[in-house]
């Protein structure tokens, strides 16, 4: 029997209350006591992932070591965990179907009519139980997707609910998050709808053990007392969780409330020792007192959505606090840029990142955007379609090859800068199927990279389709742009950067997504640092 003990989260009254940062910042504390934990997401919703699903919909699509398309929820968990995820911690309802319909068709239920329960609930709780299996950890905390009473939530918490019943009470503890909204009108704090979405879960059968409630004034000791009495819980069980400046509050608001104490004690387990926080702290420090402030511009065109972005704006993050330098990220749309109007829209900036993204729309802005940094010698950084843009950029300008483009915006270009792997031409699947996940690359000493990673051999997350042609390497290298990163197995160009340029860099992967607090990325550390130097000369 797996002694690992299960902690599930789940939200009611209204969705975005955070559950994932929640979830994130409970297992800091219990990492921080010498646990170990993992945390996985189940989504109800019927993609088999969210790779196909466009940023508007579900914001960023987060990507891991072997190659998962996610929800952007892991990131939160790699960032403050500094732990990596995989396939195994994000579950969709279209995983479970697909599942259970592929063992239907290959005979697998003996003749049985294949129904939700037992046979989609069994499939969600083996997959539930699959992290604990080999006793890697002491607790597994698991956040269900969605709000509870809605109908694609209910084969999870029927699940969650047998979980509990086999398991003995000290093996399991139930989070449920809520909301409790202040009516300025009335000038009070209304904890009606926590004890409404409580009395869903009972019915359901379910007994929170824990409520998060959300709030944007104090709670005090009356309402906690109310909500603990309606909602048949404990009072030290009901956990404030008051807005903060930043989701890197959570984690020390959530330890003053003892979530961490209320959870280990219904799970009996002692307080190994005292948290160990002296290292998120002192990120936290230099993050609230920054010595200079920095204006990023990212350009992209999922601006109006910044989720679409998020692991790039906490990236940005991690690294200003690594420099002491407060980051303001100013997204900007690129299909308002142009070449006559660049001056006026990024004058202002002290570095650009141009972001990675698909299609066609916005991409002569991200090539106008990038003439203008690589001419005016404004610090750049180029994700995935940000590289492949100031290649096709270079060759344009530089190399004089009117046409130039990548394939996937112009098929029929003369210079095919930009193409599709061979590889990738058969395909014609969409999900899943790009170059995804954990790729080596060998970084050439000297280079502008080098200088960020100061080692040679690094391992970097994919997510795209389309690549350097390198028949065109040598003419690019000739001109002044350099290939500084290369794949040691298919030679294929990862990271490209233009000499005589304070610091000009392309990479055909997503450092975003190995950003964490205890280790910024090195690439956004130097492009940051770089920006801070620019400041400097404007100043
Ligand atoms: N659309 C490009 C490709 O598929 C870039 C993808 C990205 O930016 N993630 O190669």
Excluded at 10 to 22: A, D, E, M, Q
Excluded at 276 to 296: H, Q, R, V
Excluded at 377 to 385: A, D, H, R, S
Aim: hydrophobic fraction near 35%; proline fraction near 4%.
């Amino acid at each position: 029997m797996s002694k690992t003990k299960y902690v599930f989260v789940t939200g009611g009254v209204t969705s975005s209350l955070g559950k994932g940062i929640i979830s994130a910042s409970l297992a800091k504390l219990l990492q921080a006591r010498g646990y170990s934990v993992a945390i996985q997401k189940f989504d109800p919703y019927i993609n088999v992932d969210p790779g196909t699903m466009n940023p508007y919909e579900h914001g960023e699509c987060f990507v891991t070591d072997d190659g998962a398309e996610t929800d952007l929820d892991l990131g939160h968990y790699e960032r403050f965990l500094n732990i990596p995820t995989s396939q195994a911690n994000n579950i969709t309802t279209g995983r479970i179907y697909q599942a259970v319909i592929e063992r239907e068709r290959e005979g697998g239920y003996l003749g049985k009519t294949v129904q939700v329960v037992p046979h989609i609930t069994d499939e969600i709780k083996r997959r539930i139980m699959l992290l604990g299996e080999n006793d890697d950890y002491d607790i597994i905390i698991t956040e269900l997707g969605g709000t509870v009473g809605d109908i694609e939530s209910l084969p999870f918490v029927e699940a969650v609910r047998q979980i509990i019943w086999e398991k003995e009470d000290q093996d399991t503890c139930v989070i449920h998050l809520t909301l409790v909204p202040y009516l300025a009108a009335a000038k009070e704090l209304k904890t009606k709808p926590t004890q409404h979405s409580v009395k869903t879960m009972l019915e359901y059968g379910v007994q929170p053990d824990v409520l998060v409630c959300r709030t944007e004034h104090d709670l005090g000791t009356d309402l906690r007392k109310k909500i603990a009495l309606f909602c048949n819980v404990k009072s030290s069980a009901v956990i404030e969780s008051i807005d903060v400046e930043t989701i890197y509050d959570v984690p020390l608001k959530m330890q003053r409330e003892k979530l961490d104490k209320v959870v280990l004690n219904h799970l009996k387990l002692s307080s190994k020792t005292e948290p160990d926080l002296e290292g998120w702290k002192d990120f936290l420090w230099k993050l609230k007192n920054p010595k200079a402030e920095l204006n990023i511009g990212l350009v992209g065109k999922y601006v109006e959505l910044p989720d679409a972005y998020k692991s790039i704006a906490e990236a940005f993050i991690h690294a200003g606090s690594s420099n002491e330098a407060k980051v303001k990220l100013h997204y900007i749309h690129s299909e308002l840029i142009s070449e006559e109007n660049a001056d006026k829209k990024l004058g202002q900036l002290d570095g650009i990142l141009v972001a990675p993204g698909f299609g066609e729309r916005g991409i002569e802005g991200k090539i106008a955007t990038i003439k203008y940094a690589r001419e005016n010698n404004v610090p750049f950084l180029g994700i995935c379609l940000g590289m492949q843009c100031a290649v096709v950029e270079f060759a344009r300008n530089v190399l004089h090859l009117e046409d130039a483009s990548s394939t996937e915006m112009n098929p029929d270009t003369s210079n095919p800068v930009i193409a599709m792997m061979e590889s990738q031409k058969s395909i014609t699947k969409k999900g899943g199927t790009m170059r995804l996940g954990a790729y080596p690359c060998t970084v050439t000493k000297g280079s502008k990279a080098y200088s960020a990673y100061g080692k040679t051999k690094i391992s970097e997350r994919h997510r795209h389709r389309f690549e350097f042609n390198n028949a065109y390497l040598e003419s690019f290298e000739k001109a002044g742009m350099k290939c500084s990163g290369v794949n040691p197995d298919t030679g294929l160009v990862e990271i490209v950067e233009v000499e005589n340029h304070p610091w000009f860099v392309g990479v055909q992967f997503h450092p975003e997504y190995k950003s964490t607090v205890e280790n910024p990325h090195p690439l956004f550390v130097r492009f940051v640092r770089a920006a801070f130097e620019n400041a400097k000369t404007k100043a």
